[in-house]
């Protein structure tokens, strides 16, 4: 099985027909993007579907005034322009790659078609979506709940949880250290609020400078205000 098929296969959890697989992986077509490369732009006609093969990319929508607002980060086996096919609506976002990554696309044509014939394809399709309004909900929920220093710290620990899966501690790594700019956006936050809250942070030595990286550590009961 070759590397586009293969990606089909997990993103369906290997539930899908092998003629399913075949059909998918003969109508994708590879593009590989470099960092900051542009996938796809707000409110541009859609007719593409993504299956994310390889790296991270970003989406975010820019308000009236310009400004990025993050809504989220996208990486292998996640899909990208989806609600475009489902809708037949201009993209309700725009997807940049954070590093180098590798992207397939199909046709919305072939992708609605594959939705109709192929039962766990469409409940893949079905999971995805039902997974990002959940994550979707616990980000607001967060935003409006918890301050930004809790909501840094979490999003930094989440960061770090990626970064550092095996966790050989203490703490967990997060290399390279992200930008103050980059984190404030991912939090809903101004820069200045999210540069004191993460000299809040040091000062609890929850978060530590390691060179070019951070050294992230859970939260201990009541060091962190809600």
Known sequence: MGEIAEAWAKFCAADISTSGVQRLAAASRPRRLAPRAALMEQDQEGS???LVGKGRLKAVRY??????IWLAELSPGDLIGEMSALEGHRRSSAVEAQDEALVFSISNTVFLAELQAEGPF????ARLLAKRVRDTSARFADTLAKNVEARLHQ???GLAKRADPAGAGPGLVLRPRPEILVLAKRIHATRESCSRALSALKEKRLV?????????FPARAGSIPS
């Open 208 to 216: 530590i400078v390691e060179g070019h990286g951070l050294r992230v």
């Open 155 to 157: 999003e930094l620990l």
């Open 48 to 50: 593409q579907v993504y």
């Open 63 to 68: 308000s009236e005034e310009g400004d990025e």
């Open 122 to 125: 469409s409940l893949a399709v």
